[in-house]
């Protein structure tokens, strides 16, 4: 990516990242996400970042749902 889009690759990471999307409505909040997940990334060079930030929303979502269906 830095061979292509140059200091600018996390804003490609980020516009790729909301492309996956299947809401359109949605693209704008997931485009968001994605910058505010490929920044870091980029800053520190690490991978561990996003996957961390990405996880840890995976775990609050399925937090709230067991809590709804073991109620």
């Given at each position: 990516m830095n061979g292509v889009f140059g200091?600018?690759?996390w804003l490609a990471n980020?516009?790729?990242?909301?492309?996956?999307?299947?809401m359109p409505?949605?693209?704008p909040v997931a485009m968001l996400?994605?910058?505010?997940?490929a920044y870091p990334s980029k800053r520190y060079r690490s991978a561990v970042i996003a996957i961390v930030v990405?996880?840890?929303?995976?775990?609050?979502?399925l937090g709230a749902?067991?809590?709804?269906v073991l109620r």
């Open positions: 200091r600018r690759d980020g516009v790729l990242g909301a492309y996956h999307r299947h409505w949605n693209i996400h994605a910058f505010a997940l990405h996880s840890a929303q995976t775990v609050v979502i749902v067991l809590a709804v």
